[in-house]
């Protein structure tokens, strides 16, 4: 009889033990458990076992990683964009939630996805076709890949700079990958600032949306640190984790606007003061389009009210990985000031 394996994730402290759980094979008529929560109904994600699914919770980062046959998903709790095979789709925040530090996926979503595989029938679900098995060459599709620096020039070769008449930090301290100690991690993208830009960058700046693409998301609804007290409680879990964990990243970086662009880029615009309130989740925007303000919304200077933090931050990716990951800082810089 053929086996399937599940991953999933043991953390003790701040080391993630993987192991691997033998799942039996799915047959006709084999059926899922449906929890309701908030009276929505819900699958326990690693149940999807069955199906023959690899699956990978990160707790600290409340991220959550399952792939089934060739297409790889990503979650992070709270966040309304999910990764389908290295691309951004807009959802809804409540697809994806913890319980009891356990990972659960809505019917909603796993009907779209997986309609041929699973039949709802009463509080449970029926598994109707099982998937692929799950190799060790499909589970090495969930792991970052890294580009050339002719790969990425390729990639970025229509992108404009966001900021009008202004060019990209490329101070050592600034790019992507310098340390970022008061949160345990590292800059993931570029800044625009005064000093660094060209131009004077207010609450008033114009950002573009830098090349054709599509809205995946817009925080028209942000809600920010409400203290400085609760934001510190993030930094120091971070402490705590010896990491920026994915969903305390998100909170830090404020009011946001997301873009998938034509060509498999991706841009997530941060610390924004205002968003365009003619676009919404999938509208379609080109260089030209006016998507929010500069501001610091998710910095020190938002709680602090003092109007210090104001800047622009854009992290860039292509097709779901940072796209300086792998690249010498010398090579950074010059992309940066090439495209920027």
Same mark, same amino acid.
């Given at each position: 009889?053929?086996?399937?394996?599940?991953?999933?994730?043991?953390?003790?402290?701040?080391? #993630?033990?993987?192991?691997?759980?033998?799942?039996?094979?799915?047959?006709? =008529?084999?059926?899922?458990?449906?929890?309701?929560?908030?009276?929505?109904?819900?699958?326990?994600?690693?149940?999807?076992?069955?199906?023959?699914?690899?699956?990978? +919770?990160?707790?600290?980062?409340?991220?959550?990683?399952?792939?089934?046959?060739?297409?790889?998903?990503?979650?992070?709790?709270? #966040?309304? #964009?999910?990764?389908?095979?290295?691309?951004?789709?807009?959802?809804?925040?409540?697809?994806?939630?913890?319980?009891?530090?356990?990972?659960?996926?809505?019917?909603?979503?796993?009907?779209?996805?997986?309609?041929?595989?699973?039949?709802?029938? =009463?509080?449970?679900?029926?598994?109707?076709?099982?998937?692929?098995?799950?190799?060790?060459?499909?589970?090495?599709?969930? &792991?970052?890949?890294?580009?050339? #620096?002719?790969?990425?020039?390729?990639? +970025?070769?229509?992108? &404009?700079?966001?900021?009008?008449?202004?060019?990209?930090?490329?101070?050592?301290?600034?790019?992507?990958?310098?340390?970022?100690?008061?949160?345990? =991690?590292?800059?993931? @993208?570029?800044?625009?600032?005064?000093?660094?830009?060209?131009?004077?960058?207010?609450?008033?700046?114009?950002?573009?949306?830098?090349?054709?693409?599509?809205?995946?998301?817009?925080?028209?609804?942000?809600? @920010?640190?409400?203290?400085?007290?609760?934001?510190?409680?993030?930094?120091?879990?971070?402490?705590?984790?010896?990491?920026?964990?994915?969903?305390?990243?998100?909170?830090?970086?404020?009011?946001?606007?997301?873009?998938?662009?034509?060509?498999?880029?991706?841009?997530?615009?941060?610390?924004? $003061?205002?968003? $365009?309130?003619?676009?919404?989740?999938?509208?379609?925007?080109?260089?030209?389009?006016?998507?929010?303000?500069? @501001?610091? $919304?998710?910095?020190? =200077?938002?709680?602090?009210?003092?109007?210090?933090?104001?800047?622009?931050?854009?992290?860039?990716?292509?097709?779901?990985?940072?796209?300086?990951?792998?690249?010498? $800082?010398?090579?950074?810089?010059?992309?940066?000031?090439?495209?920027?």
């Amino acid at each position: 009889m053929k086996r399937y394996y599940v991953a999933t994730i043991l953390l003790i402290c701040t080391s #993630v033990v993987i192991v691997l759980l033998k799942s039996p094979e799915p047959k006709e =008529g084999q059926f899922i458990q449906i929890e309701y929560i908030n009276n929505k109904p819900y699958v326990h994600a690693q149940n999807l076992s069955v199906l023959g699914s690899y699956y990978d +919770f990160q707790q600290i980062d409340k991220q959550l990683q399952i792939q089934l046959e060739q297409v790889t998903y990503t979650f992070i709790e709270q #966040v309304p #964009v999910m990764q389908k095979n290295g691309s951004y789709l807009a959802i809804e925040k409540d697809v994806f939630i913890i319980q009891n530090n356990t990972p659960f996926l809505s019917i909603e979503f796993l009907e779209n996805e997986l309609s041929t595989q699973m039949q709802v029938q =009463g509080d449970v679900i029926r598994v109707s076709k099982k998937l692929a098995q799950v190799t060790t060459e499909t589970i090495e599709t969930m &792991t970052s890949h890294s580009y050339s #620096v002719e790969e990425v020039r390729q990639y +970025f070769q229509s992108l &404009t700079s966001p900021l009008k008449g202004a060019h990209a930090d490329t101070f050592a301290s600034h790019i992507p990958g310098a340390n970022r100690a008061y949160r345990y =991690g590292y800059h993931e @993208g570029l800044d625009w600032y005064t000093y660094s830009a060209g131009m004077m960058i207010n609450e008033k700046t114009p950002v573009y949306a830098m090349g054709k693409g599509e809205i995946v998301r817009i925080d028209h609804d942000y809600k @920010g640190y409400s203290s400085v007290n609760e934001r510190e409680k993030d930094l120091l879990l971070c402490q705590q984790a010896n990491k920026t964990p994915a969903y305390i990243l998100d909170k830090l970086r404020g009011r946001q606007v997301w873009i998938q662009y034509d060509n498999g880029v991706q841009a997530r615009f941060a610390h924004l $003061s205002a968003v $365009s309130p003619d676009l919404k989740v999938g509208s379609l925007v080109n260089q030209q389009t006016f998507i929010g303000l500069v @501001g610091n $919304s998710g910095t020190s =200077g938002e709680v602090k009210k003092d109007q210090s933090e104001l800047h622009l931050h854009v992290d860039l990716l292509i097709k779901g990985d940072l796209f300086w990951k792998g690249l010498e $800082s010398e090579e950074v810089q010059q992309i940066i000031k090439e495209t920027f």
